[in-house]
């Protein structure tokens, strides 16, 4: 799953979050988290802030059951480090990371690096990404932080409005490099909230859907995830569970 952008401000998103972590991760053996569970991360610095404790608690929960929990970072929480990966007893994954279930390998990744049209974003992606800047920037006071953040989340929703639809989503051509490079037949990505499977050839991929339960009372819910059995076949699923 992917693509939560969990905030104070969406309650039933997050609640319904919670739910999921209940009634479906629950039965797992594992549980992969592919970007963007949160809107944003300022620093594991933040722990102590409601929401991220309860999200802490109810992963720790999850993993102290016995579910493998495995965290790859996302645009919005590429910040994530050992001091929360510790505290919710998961395990951090570098991109792309190739999970082989019932002998078959599928390749993850969050899909922001794949935007390779977005020239703009690539850049900034290029910078952020970077342990020296990462430092300075963590090194700033917490509610410094918070505030630039907020400015760079300001700029993004205008830039959105302006960016093409070929311009946000992934490109073939970064897509074959992934498959080429990991040697994988499947693969899951999020970020572009646009869920759906593509055939490339004979080999598959599989978009994630974004979480949306707090938006206007005329439009649906969106939300969901995709399993992969003991068998390796691989399934999508709605908000309540039913296969899509």
């Excluded at 599928?106 to 952020?128: N, P, Q, S, W």
């Excluded at 994988?184 to 599989?206: F, K, M, S, W």
Aim: proline share 4%.
């Amino acid at each position: 799953m992917s693509d939560l952008h969990l905030q104070e401000s969406h309650p039933r998103t997050a609640d319904a979050f919670f739910r999921f972590l209940a009634a479906h991760a629950a039965h797992a053996e594992q549980l992969y988290l592919l970007g963007d569970i949160f809107e944003y991360w300022a620093g594991d610095d933040d722990l102590d802030a409601p929401l991220n404790r309860r999200v802490v608690a109810a992963l720790r929960a999850l993993a102290d059951r016995g579910v493998r929990i495995f965290w790859m970072a996302g645009n919005r929480d590429f910040l994530v480090g050992q001091g929360f990966a510790a505290a919710a007893g998961l395990h951090l994954l570098d991109e792309p990371h190739v999970a082989t279930i019932a002998g078959q390998r599928i390749a993850l990744v969050h899909g922001d690096a794949e935007c390779t049209l977005d020239t703009k974003y690539m850049e900034f992606r290029a910078m952020v990404r970077d342990r020296n800047w990462q430092a300075q920037f963590l090194a700033m006071p917490l509610d410094k932080r918070k505030a630039i953040i907020a400015g760079l989340r300001e700029g993004s929703r205008e830039a959105h409005t302006t960016k093409s639809y070929a311009i946000m989503d992934v490109t073939p051509e970064a897509i074959e490099a992934v498959f080429d490079t990991t040697g994988a037949d499947v693969l899951i990505h999020g970020h572009t909230h646009r869920p759906a499977l593509h055939l490339h050839g004979q080999r598959r991929r599989y978009v994630l859907p974004d979480w949306e339960l707090d938006n206007r009372s005329d439009e649906p819910p969106r939300g969901g995830w995709i399993a992969v059995d003991e068998h390796g076949a691989v399934t999508r699923h709605a908000l309540d569970g039913s296969l899509l």
